[in-house]
């Protein structure tokens, strides 16, 4: 059972800068994949930015260029610094830990979320 817990969300004048933190229990191996993800009223979640071993890291295309998704697994932590925010960036965000036991067989858990608001 992994438990997250995301901080840093606020509200921020656009072209500002936010940086989000999750924190898990436990011991996050560098084999589970963690990922940011954001869910705007009335729209899906959506998958902002994922961090694989390797640092092999893939972003959403809105937010290439502007977002940087990093993890330190000896402090079960994981951030997305977030610049150059745009309204159309206002979401709840969500941490995600992909657990996977085998290929197709895995447990994703999330945080609560942490509201990031762009003003305009």
């Known amino acids: 059972q992994v438990h997250l817990v995301e901080s840093g969300g606020g509200l921020v004048q656009p072209g500002g800068s936010l940086r989000l933190s999750c924190a898990a229990s436990?011991?996050?191996?560098?084999?589970?994949?963690m990922a940011w993800y954001r869910q705007a009223p009335g729209k899906q979640r959506e998958l902002v930015a994922s961090?694989?071993?390797?640092?092999?890291?893939e972003y959403l295309d809105s937010v290439k260029g502007r977002f940087t998704i990093s993890r330190d697994n000896a402090k079960n932590t994981m951030l997305l610094q977030m610049n150059t925010l745009k309204p159309e960036d206002t979401a709840v965000y969500y941490c995600?830990?992909?657990?996977?036991?085998?290929?197709?067989?895995?447990?994703?858990?999330w945080g609560q979320g942490t509201q990031v608001t762009v003003s305009s």
């Open positions: 995600n830990v992909r657990v996977r036991r085998g290929y197709n067989d895995y447990d994703d858990y």
């Open positions: 436990g011991t996050i191996s560098s084999t589970n994949t």
């Open positions: 961090i694989g071993w390797g640092d092999w890291r």
